[in-house]
């Protein structure tokens, strides 16, 4: 059984956002279809759906943050090269631990969740 996942309705703004599609969603739907089973099957799928489509927007903003980020190193790296100016080795390492920090706490927001296999 598929169920939202606890850490998306902890996001105040994403939780916003379902129980306002839940209330539009049940306003649109009872009254125009004729069994209220039918309603609540097809509401699971939808919010599957919301649920799916905020899981993959998220995970594409955040590959798109380490990407710029490992731009924006490559390119100071490059500079550095040419330059062989110090300055930017503290740049790089600011940036290798924005890079760290970002990609540390996901991998722990996401083992925060994951089931236990014991």
């Given at each position: 059984m ?21 209330k539009?969603?049940f ?42 980020l ?21 740049q ?12 540390q ?14």
């Amino acid at each position: 059984m598929w169920s939202v996942p606890p850490y998306s309705v902890m996001d105040v703004a994403f939780s916003d956002d379902l129980a306002k599609s839940i209330k539009e969603y049940f306003q649109e739907m009872i009254g125009s279809v004729p069994k209220f089973g039918t309603v609540w099957e097809v509401f699971s799928v939808y919010i599957r759906g919301i649920a799916i489509a905020k899981q993959a927007g998220d995970l594409k903003s955040l590959c798109n943050r380490l990407a710029l980020l490992e731009q924006e190193i490559a390119q100071l790296e490059r500079e550095h090269l040419a330059t062989e100016d110090k300055q930017f080795l503290g740049q790089i390492h600011e940036k290798l631990i924005e890079f760290n920090d970002i990609a540390q706490s996901e991998v722990q927001h996401m083992g925060k969740y994951a089931p236990a296999h014991v």
